[in-house]
Antibody
């Protein structure tokens, strides 16, 4: 299993950024996928989840209405469109594979990418 | 949200000694609790799921226990490669949440 994130960078507050994650080594369209972020030296925060068929997408309250998670099963890719970025969105963003398909509860994360850094400046 | 509280924040242990890490949940998470290990510059690695089931390839010196609101990760004999930060994670309630981590450092 390999998950490779890209698209991070330095952006001004209020602007947009789109993260991508290329997946390989497993049947991508069988599993829910997540974005989880981590501020250096701090904990982990779930950002968004998407079910195997894109029918169910969920978001943390802190990003609801600003971020959109999507996937392209044909391309084995996961995306996170981040709009109206805030300084507090600065973090390392991980693409994470779930063991379930629905993107809700009852299943756990088994594989993580190395992350892509997002830095939002004033 | 379900708040996960880990203790201690830092644990200083000598190689070969036993380490016991605790994780508490603000409400029941049944046995839907996982433990991850993270080393500097690396992604988290799954150690334990369903409170006590070791993930594939994880050495037997790692063991987990607990249910409901109280959980424990035990490393029976610390090896040099075990010094890292450990996170507990509940996947029973939405949103899924993580503890703040316990850093296991060399004494």
């Amino acid at each position: 299993v390999q998950l490779v994130e890209s698209g991070g960078g330095l952006v001004q507050s209020g602007r947009s950024l789109r993260l991508s994650c290329a997946a390989s080594g497993f049947n991508f369209d069988d599993y829910a996928m997540y974005w989880v972020r981590q501020v250096p030296g701090e904990g982990l925060e779930l950002v968004a989840s998407i079910s195997w068929n894109s029918d169910n997408a969920r978001y943390a309250d802190s990003v609801k209405g600003r971020f959109t998670i999507s996937r392209d099963n044909a391309k084995k890719s996961l995306y996170l469109q981040m709009n109206s970025l805030r300084i507090e969105d600065s973090a390392l963003y991980f693409c994470v594979k779930d063991t379930g398909f629905s993107g809700t509860t009852g299943a756990y994360f088994d594989y993580w990418g190395q992350g892509t850094q997002v830095t939002v400046s004033a | 949200d379900t708040v996960m509280t880990q203790s201690p924040a830092t644990l200083s242990v000598s190689p070969g000694e036993r380490a016991t890490l605790s994780c508490g949940a603000s409400q029941s998470v049944s046995n839907n609790l996982a433990w991850y290990q993270q080393k500097p510059g690396q992604a988290p690695r799954l150690l334990i799921h369903e409170s006590s089931t070791r993930a594939s390839g994880i050495p037997a010196r790692f063991s987990g226990s607990g249910s409901g609101t109280e959980f424990t990760l035990t490393i029976s004999s610390l090896q040099p490669e075990d010094f890292a930060v450990y996170y507990c994670h509940q996947y029973n309630n939405w949103p899924r949440t993580f503890g703040q981590g316990t850093k296991v450092e060399i004494k």
